[in-house]
């Protein structure tokens, strides 16, 4: 089946700062979304994003189906950043499988 | 905005007894799906459900779980008789139009442990 990766696995960053995070995805998809999972646990949509780039305030995601990767940009991070954060792809079936997600910490 | 909601956030069970997971998913939706998360690892696919039917599982998805729409609101997530390794935390989500082409809603979940 097909294989997500996201790197890397773990950031530390200061409030402020800006970050890349990276998802690697072994075979074609008809679907990729980005989640942040706060520390309560709840998983939080951010894109749907099978191709293109899309932007949301400090949010942004740009999708290469054809290289098979998509990139989350998070500028001037604050702590609330805080978290795990999950690219999900849809292969050719009727479910999300999840990557192995980045652990995002953002110190004042 | 609409959301889908989960019920209870926490459920603490014995092992071997049984346990429902609650879900109403967005109101317009038409897929519904099953998800589970045991601490510190990724999200997992268990079960997806339309038309009254489950349309696709998982390998986890044995004999032990069970899915239903009862109503026209809810839906849930049945495992008959719990293991300890059932502890997880439990995603119901929903989409309109089917994962391939629509965006997937998640519920804030329901933490299942079994002592």
Redesign the interface.
């Known amino acids: 089946g097909i294989q997500v990766e996201q790197s890397p696995p773990d950031l530390i960053l200061q409030e402020g700062a800006n970050s890349t995070l990276r998802c690697n995805f072994s075979d074609s998809v008809?679907?990729l979304?980005w989640?942040h999972q706060n520390p309560?646990?709840?998983?939080i949509?951010l894109f749907?994003i099978p191709s293109g780039t899309k932007q949301n305030g400090r949010l942004s995601a740009t999708t290469v189906a054809t290289e098979r990767y998509s990139l989350l940009y998070i500028s001037s991070s604050q702590t609330t950043d805080s978290g795990v954060y999950?690219c999900?792809v849809?292969e050719?079936?009727?479910?999300?499988?999840?990557?192995?997600?980045t652990r995002l910490q953002v110190f004042p | 905005e609409p959301e889908v909601t989960q019920t209870p956030s926490h459920q603490v069970t014995q092992m071997g007894q049984e346990v429902i997971l609650r879900c109403v998913p967005i109101s317009n939706h038409l897929y519904f799906y099953w998800y589970r998360q045991i601490l510190g690892q990724k999200v997992e696919f268990l079960v997806s459900f339309y038309n009254n039917e489950i349309s696709e599982k998982s390998e986890i998805f044995d004999d032990q779980f069970s899915v239903e729409r009862p109503d026209g609101s809810n839906f849930t997530l049945k495992i008959r008789s719990t293991k300890l390794e059932d502890s997880a935390m439990y995603f119901c989500a929903s989409s309109g139009q089917g994962a391939r082409t629509d965006t997937q809603y998640f519920g804030p979940g329901t933490r299942l442990t079994v002592l």
């Open positions: 008809n679907n979304q989640f309560w646990g709840q998983l949509n749907y999950f999900a849809v050719n079936t009727d479910k999300l499988i999840f990557g192995t997600g």
